[in-house]
Every structure is written in structure tokens, then in C-alpha cells.
């Protein structure tokens, strides 16, 4: 179970990174027994 904790917190924090740096965020909600909900916000130019 550990090292599938710090592989979820490696890429967590990997996707954090890529999202600050093209200026959005990422939101989450987390419901006991329901699991987690994670929301990524990024503004895109359009094609």
C-alpha cells in the first residue's frame, strides 16, 4: 500500500506542476466512503 500511496502523490504533484504552469488549478473534493474528486481548471486558446 505504500508505494502505491507515494506513486498517487508523485503524480498528484506532477499534475499540480503542469497546471500552475499553464495558469489554472486544481480543485478537490473528497466524500468518506465515496472516494475522491479531483477538478483541473485550465484556460486553452482556441484552435
Known sequence: ???ASAAR???L???KRLV???GGGI???SEGG???RF???VS???A
Request: glycine share 8%.
Open 27 to 29: 480543485d478537490m473534493a
Open 20 to 22: 500552475t504552469m499553464m
Open 44 to 46: 486553452l486558446p482556441e
Open 1 to 3: 500500500m505504500r508505494a
Open 13 to 15: 504533484t506532477i499534475c
Open 34 to 36: 465515496h472516494g475522491t
Open 9 to 11: 502523490d508523485s503524480g
Open 39 to 41: 477538478t483541473v481548471r
